[in-house]
């Protein structure tokens, strides 16, 4: 008898270490078990949209709202994935993995990655400090990606089964959650 994949959503702010996670997650158990990890930053239309900052009427990118993933082609690979009895797990992790009904309803566990706004602000810094300013990465985040945080992915908080401390300096987090895939893997073997 078959059985579906074990399936898990990662969602959490901008550079709140969701990508870091399932790649732990996966450098540790993933010759255990047949793994499919999708990535919603993958997903994003091309040409991007466009948004208008509430607050200062400056022209964005907009990369922190629903609508800015090709839903159809991100929908049906991942449905594709799920029904795929060869993996035995399948991870999509992003933003808005604990945000879309289609997505929410086909996970066995979801999972929630905190970390605190000034924190999650100085690693997107980081991140895209060699193609802007600091000024344009701290004017983009306080303008339009702190406000899609809030109206959007925050309240998914509330719909997680767990919540994973994002500073990742101990693997804690990490080891916690396989744990829990492992016995939740055994469940299943036992059930059939």
């Not at 901008?14 to 993958?42: F, P, Q, R, W």
């Not at 208008?52 to 629903?66: D, L, S, V």
């Not at 090709?70 to 029904?83: G, K, Q």
């Not at 925050?154 to 016995?183: K, V």
Request: aromatic content about 8%.
């Amino acid at each position: 008898m078959s059985i579906k994949p074990y399936v898990i959503g990662i969602g959490g702010g901008t550079c709140s270490g969701k990508t870091t996670l399932v790649k732990n997650v996966i450098g540790l158990i993933g010759s255990e078990y047949t793994m499919t990890a999708l990535h919603m930053d993958k997903y994003y239309k091309n040409p991007i949209i466009r948004t208008i900052a509430p607050i200062t009427g400056i022209e964005y990118a907009e990369a922190n709202h629903p609508d800015s993933l090709e839903t159809d082609r991100l929908f049906s690979d991942f449905n594709e994935a799920v029904a795929n009895e060869k993996n035995d797990i399948v991870i999509i992790e992003g933003l808005f993995s604990l945000h879309y009904e289609q997505v929410r309803e086909k996970l066995d566990l979801r999972v929630f990655v905190d970390l605190k706004s000034d924190e999650r602000m100085y690693r997107r810094i980081k991140r895209w400090m060699d193609r802007q300013s600091v000024d344009d990465i701290a004017h983009r985040y306080l303008d339009t990606v702190r406000y899609r945080h809030d109206e959007f992915v925050e309240p998914t908080r509330w719909r997680a089964d767990m919540i994973i401390n994002g500073t990742l300096e101990s693997n804690m987090g990490t080891e916690i959650l396989i744990t829990y895939i492992r016995e939740a893997m055994k469940a299943r073997k036992i059930t059939i």
